[in-house]
């Protein structure tokens, strides 16, 4: 059976978080004299009003924590979140379609950075700021970020964790979930100040490197320009960014071990990180051919648009510098493909991971020798690590939800008369939290407003399917997960 009260209890506590973070989007209105600052204090005091009845709900809750009260908390504060976050898009008059302001608000906690604003530089600067602000908390996860600086809630906090990084686990630095987040958060930090710092040597203004430095190391997408990153200029600019996707990309525990613990060796030999490197440099290199050869030309510029394009697909991050619709054919097929790959595990991006590949390569390679030797022991390794069954089993379920997920998302959008590819590329961009799309009507450098508001609400489903990689999302809808034990 559910524990409600420590559900409210840590909801609550949730909720009061959000609130700080809306105060921050008010301090930076009135830092820029905006006119309507108020548009924050509605949603703050819903914050703050619904998080004070939770903590009271909660105060004399037991500390009986079960899973399902995990998952039940995870699935339910990424929608609360959205639900209060979409506000001030309301209340300031920037749209009056709710489907379009939750849309926007869940693009930016998922770190999809699809946006249905077809004018961006419009926007006021807390506006802006809130956007960004949401990439960067939900890159490494509204309840990991929790578990950093909120230890005290003391709230079963590994299945917590738990709930919100289903799948593939990423390694774990100490038996504490809690020091495990406070020291990946420290190198988010570190990489979002030098990210940000980087920006504003290379000639971005302060506001706009803060919210691409949060937009990059969350592999969000959202930029504070319609242009997004072509809108500098600056290849300077465009070679920093796609640096810093390639580290956003990287898994965090590995970032760790490079930067604070200085184990060259251990991060270079990863097999993973390994595999996504060649998968990108292969890419890399055939887009840029089929470039060359369609513009009978070598330029640098069609090498860095290629460099860039693709590493912002592959890290599901999202910015754009050119309208690869134009690109060759070749190059669409090649762009889906490592949209779909995604990066590392561990990391802020989406997509079905490289790990995933990389064991589904190792598990089919397998088969063959086992079809040729049936009597052989043929474990599956991973970095000299024996992967069991549960892997295997956790791939297949991976693999056939997402498949079906983006058929049933396809066949919803086409149903609403949208052309078939741009239904098909709709659904893999929000599914794989990645923003560009592939399509005619929807192409990459255009707004998601254009849709039906009820493909909005289908892309927005998707988009959080992905984030919690379906199995936290999807469980409160198996009976068996309402049924006391």
Known sequence: ??????????LGGLLWLEALL??????????????????????????????????????????????RDGYMIVSSV??????IGMIPFLIDGHTDRVAVAFFETMSGFTTTGATAFSDVDALPHSI????????????????????????????????????????????KLHPRISTTAHWLWSVYFLITGSCILTYYLCGMSLFDAVNHGFATIATGGFSTHTESVAYFHSPAIEYATTFFMFLASTNFTLLYLFIIKRRFRQVLKDEE??????????????????????????????????????MSLMSTTGFTTDNFMLWPHLAWIILTAISVI???????????????????????????????????????????????????????????????LIALGTAAMTMMHLPILDAVGLSISAFSNIGPTIGHFVGPLDAWGIIPDTALWVNSFLML??????????LPFVPAFWRDN
């Open 342 to 404: 995604g990066s590392c595990q561990g990391s802020t991006s989406g997509g079905v991971k490289v790990v995933r590949v990389l064991t589904s390569f190792k598990i089919v390679r397998n088969e063959f020798k086992r079809i040729l030797h049936p009597r052989a022991v043929l474990p599956v390794r991973l970095n000299h690590d024996y992967l069991g069954n549960d892997v295997t089993q956790s791939i297949f379920a991976y693999t056939f939800f997402y498949i079906v």
């Open 22 to 67: 809306l105060g921050l989007c008010l301090l930076v209105g009135q830092w820029y004299r905006e006119t309507n600052t108020s548009v924050w204090l509605i949603p703050i005091g819903i914050c703050a009003l619904l998080g004070l009845l939770g903590l009271l709900v909660g105060r004399r809750a037991h500390n009986n924590f079960g899973r």
């Open 273 to 310: 990180l390994r595999l996504f490197f060649a998968i990108i440099t292969l890419a890399v290199v055939i887009i840029t051919i089929t470039k060359w050869i369609e513009a009978d030309t070598i330029s640098e510029q069609s090498f860095r648009n290629a460099l860039f394009n693709a």
């Open 128 to 171: 802006l700021f809130w956007r960004s602000l949401t990439h960067w908390i939900g890159g490494m996860g509204i309840i990991f970020f929790t578990l950093a600086v909120l230890p005290a809630m003391g709230i079963g906090e590994q299945k917590l964790f738990s709930a919100e990084a289903t799948g593939l686990k990423m390694g």
């Open 78 to 83: 990424w929608i609360i979140y959205s639900l």
């Open 465 to 474: 399917a992905g984030r919690l990689e379906i199995f936290t999302l999807l």
């Open 1 to 10: 059976m559910l524990n409600y009260r420590i559900i409210a209890k840590a």
